[in-house]
Nanobody, 122 residues
Framework: QLQLVESGGGLVQPGGSLRLSCTTS????????IGWVRQAPGKERERISC????????YYTDSVKGRFTMSRDNAKNTVHLQMNNLKPEDTAVYYC???????????????WGQGTQVTVSS
């Protein structure tokens, strides 16, 4: 398992933007499918996005499609989640996750970060 570190969470007004980042010092993230999973208070964890290891295709759940975008910065060994037009219902703890090496989206996540809080409120 990898030790993943998230950053970039915070408090933002509705309609605002945040960019979450995920990195590790233990491996090259480009070899892993990376996903973001969020958990809102009183709700189950929800897979919201994923980027493949092989072709960098990304996938999004319907509730964030068109607003959230994943990308890789391989020079910095970092994966980003750009979140635009944020809504109060996006409020949650956001976890960076990774599959096994050379895994693809849809596989089980083997590694999890500690989570970063995103709060969308006026």
């Amino acid at each position: 398992q990898l030790q993943l570190v998230e950053s970039g969470g915070g408090l933002v007004q509705p309609g605002g933007s945040l960019r979450l980042s995920c990195t590790t010092s233990e491996a090259t993230l480009d070899y892993y499918a990376i996903g973001w999973v969020r958990q809102a208070p009183g709700k189950e964890r929800e897979r919201i996005s994923c980027i493949n290891s092989s072709d960098d295709n990304s996938y999004y759940t319907d509730s964030v499609k068109g607003r959230f975008t994943m990308s890789r910065d391989n020079a910095k060994n970092t994966v980003h989640l750009q979140m635009n037009n944020l809504k109060p219902e996006d409020t949650a703890v956001y976890y960076c996750t990774a599959t096994a090496i050379f895994g693809e989206c849809g596989a089980d996540y083997e590694s999890w970060g500690q989570g970063t809080q995103v709060t969308v409120s006026s």
